[in-house]
């Protein structure tokens, strides 16, 4: 028995292997949508009554996301033990509505630290470390690792086929079928079928390519999902199952639609968790399926009953991606309402250097102002003017983390009449009223950190409690004296200046359980005007919404 089936012979029973590992791949082009696939695999199985687990295993050199630029990765996702990683796990949370762990991602870079710092350890012995077996067996005790009771691990391994970076992690997956038997695994493969005009057909030709590129990884694709613009005939599935070594009812359209939450319904009309459960034998031990949550959403999105605009002002509004779960989160709260929600793109830069009158017309189409988080000085200004906007037009507001703080330093400055109130982030030559935060409490332990700490990991990140003050607008919206919620930022808003604050009317009703740190700040005088110091955004499903977001969708509604 080899050492990675020791590993996951915890989770034997009876002799035999108790999860059942179904493996995501893409191929073609990237952008596919791997991780929605992988989510909707998920919330199928989860409709049957199985218990279903979803990583993450990206090829990149990075240790995480944490460092990368939003305009090329899109979105980090933090998780609610304080892990930064790909924004497909929000995907996988908000599909299945399970906390997704810091156990659940994982990337290149880091299966190389790890092996890199057991060498130097001595760990290996003196053994000359190799891609093979160092790397793939540090990959496999990823995959096989913190399991408990869940009947379906997913794995999605980031990128395409044919990627120099992603062949190792091809090689891993390879090798841990042959470790818990191909009775155990799955293997899915995601690719694009590309419809030519000239020629008014789908071309399968790209699809065999692929397919090809995973044969010669030793890997033999069990489900094709084809993405395509319309459904591909009968002569063009059994073409790709003829060239890919697939019975036809295993290849199976993944048509392109308007909105990704009808693609589990889709992919259950298309068969696919019935095949998946096929190829393990597991169709009896399947309940009768309950998509009703699904069908709730499908019937909610065909009958909105308005629209309104929200005006994000961002700083990465080049690529949506960077906002994900943002935009999911301002859509749950649309359903939620039953309104359409129209996203409003606003660079904040564009607000920079301008005149009010300009401000105000940019702003003037928006319903709703949002200003997200962020890092760096980059349209902080233009964020001020923004959140000013809102204060003194009485448009609702909600703020995000750096939202919550360029609207403590617009109201110092104007407000208190503090000119030069800024944060230390962006100048040393100010008053304070945003500060590097050198110290904190996490799980019993006092975490410190200075200006010269590393950049990756050292934020204050993952879940924190917090206490809500009674009879203030966050107690309404919440209806609760204490709530949880994830953090990801290094500097906060000096307590010291509360109640100078609150002489404005302008109350902090949110802090940490210790009252040093303030959460959530909010306007008395004003229709909705309300600020976090966290992102609320990772925690909004479309079956629930996130409170925060549905008074604030609510408000503007009004």
């Given amino acids: 028995m080899s050492s990675i089936q020791t590993t996951v012979l915890s989770n034997y029973v009876n002799?035999?292997?108790?999860?059942?590992?179904?493996?995501?791949?893409?191929?073609?082009?990237?952008?596919?949508?791997?991780?929605?696939?992988?989510?909707?695999?998920?919330?199928?199985?989860?409709?049957?009554?199985?218990?279903?687990?979803?990583?993450?295993?990206?090829?990149?050199?990075?240790?995480?996301?944490?460092?990368?630029?939003?305009?090329?990765?899109?979105?980090?996702?933090?998780?609610?033990?304080?892990?930064?990683?790909d924004l497909d796990l929000g995907h996988y949370e908000r599909f299945l509505g399970v906390h997704p762990h810091k156990t659940d991602s994982i990337s290149g870079g880091r299966i190389y630290y790890n092996v890199l710092t057991k060498e130097r350890r001595g760990d290996y012995l003196g053994a000359t470390v190799q891609s093979i077996p160092h790397i793939t067996d540090e990959i496999k005790r990823f995959i096989s690792s913190d399991l408990t009771d869940e009947d379906f691990v997913i794995c999605e391994i980031g990128g395409t086929v044919g990627d120099i970076e992603g062949l190792i992690f091809l090689e891993a997956i390879r090798q841990f079928a042959n470790d818990v038997g191909r009775e155990n695994t799955l293997f899915v493969h995601l690719t694009l079928l590309p419809y030519i005009k000239a020629a008014g057909e789908l071309k399968t030709k790209p699809s065999q390519h692929s397919i090809k590129i995973l044969l010669e990884a030793g890997i033999q694709a069990d489900i094709i999902l084809c993405r395509s613009a319309m459904m591909m005939s009968d002569a063009e599935r059994e073409k790709i199952a003829l060239f890919c070594n697939l019975r036809p009812e295993d290849v199976i359209v993944a048509l392109n639609l308007d909105n990704i939450y009808k693609i589990p319904l889709a992919y259950h009309k298309e068969g696919l968790d019935e095949r998946v459960l096929y190829h393990f034998g597991m169709l009896d031990k399947a309940k009768v399926p309950d998509y009703s949550k699904w069908e709730k959403v499908e019937k909610a999105l065909a009958s909105p009953k308005g629209e309104v605009t929200i005006g994000i002002v961002g700083k990465y509004c080049g690529l949506q991606d960077a906002y994900k779960s943002l935009n999911e989160a301002l859509f749950h709260a649309g359903l939620a309402n039953q309104v359409k929600v129209k996203i409003k793109w606003i660079e904040a830069e564009t607000l920079e250097g301008v005149s009010d009158e300009e401000v105000a017309e940019k702003l003037s189409e928006a319903d709703g102002i949002l200003v997200p988080g962020g890092f760096g000085y980059r349209g902080v200004e233009g964020k001020i003017r923004a959140a000013k906007y809102a204060r003194e037009n009485k448009v609702p507001y909600l703020g995000i983390c750096l939202g919550m703080q360029i609207a403590a330093i617009e109201i110092a400055r104007d407000v208190l009449g503090i000119k030069d109130a800024n944060s230390t982030e962006f100048t040393k030559d100010c008053t304070p009223i945003i500060a590097l935060m050198s110290e904190w409490e996490q799980d019993g332990k006092k975490q410190i950190r200075g200006e010269n700490a590393n950049k990756g990991g050292t934020l204050r990140l993952g879940a924190y409690p917090c206490k809500i003050k009674a009879g203030t607008l966050a107690h309404k919206i919440y209806g609760a004296d204490e709530i949880s919620e994830r953090h990801r930022h290094r500097y906060e808003m000096d307590i010291r200046f509360e109640d100078d604050f609150a002489k404005h009317g302008v109350v902090i009703s949110g802090k940490s359980p210790d009252g040093v740190l303030p959460e959530i700040l909010e306007i008395t005088d004003h229709p909705f005007f309300i600020a976090g110091q966290f992102h609320p955004e990772f925690k909004s499903t479309p079956f629930e919404g996130h409170k925060l977001f549905k008074s604030f969708i609510a408000a503007v509604k009004k």
């Fill in 15 to 85: 002799g035999k292997i108790m999860q059942k590992f179904i493996f995501v791949t893409g191929g073609v082009v990237s952008s596919l949508g791997k991780g929605i696939a992988s989510a909707s695999i998920g919330a199928l199985l989860q409709a049957r009554g199985f218990k279903v687990r979803i990583r993450k295993l990206d090829p990149y050199l990075n240790i995480d996301p944490g460092t990368m630029s939003p305009h090329q990765h899109g979105e980090v996702f933090v998780t609610e033990d304080g892990a930064e990683t």
